[in-house]
């Protein structure tokens, strides 16, 4: 099971702090509130997933929370292209949070893998 000291745990806690700050620059400078909230719900809901996988009961409990977590960036990445396709933020800030969240799906999905033996 992970631990808070653990760098998938501090990832995604770092990630959250990330989507807070974007969803306050989306809703104060670009004035945009509904793909905002979308965002700051699926980045921030990956680490609270994370956070729930250390508490788990089970193997099973642990590997359902993680896919949760998994499930949640590949949202955050959608809401991310889609804020970039619609101009609420420019390509320099997508390609470093997009890169982020591409770098923490890549880890839960390995965590995955190992968790269900999944072959790829």
Do not use: H, P
């Not at 359902?64 to 960036?73: G, N, R, V």
């Not at 955050?76 to 470093?96: A, G, H, M, Q, R």
Request: net charge positive; with cysteine.
């Amino acid at each position: 099971m992970l631990v808070e000291n653990n760098v998938t745990y501090q990832k995604a806690y770092a990630f959250a702090v990330r989507m807070v700050n974007a969803f306050k620059y989306l809703q104060s400078e670009k004035r945009e509130f509904v793909l905002s909230k979308q965002l700051l719900r699926s980045g921030t809901s990956i680490g609270a997933n994370v956070a729930e996988a250390n508490g788990a009961i089970s193997d099973a409990d642990f590997s359902a929370k993680i896919s949760i977590a998994y499930k949640e960036c590949l949202e955050t990445k959608y809401w991310l292209n889609l804020l970039k396709d619609t101009e609420y933020i420019d390509e320099k800030i997508f390609v470093s949070v997009y890169e982020d969240a591409d770098k923490l799906a890549k880890i839960l999905y390995s965590i995955l893998r190992k968790t269900r033996n999944i072959d790829k």
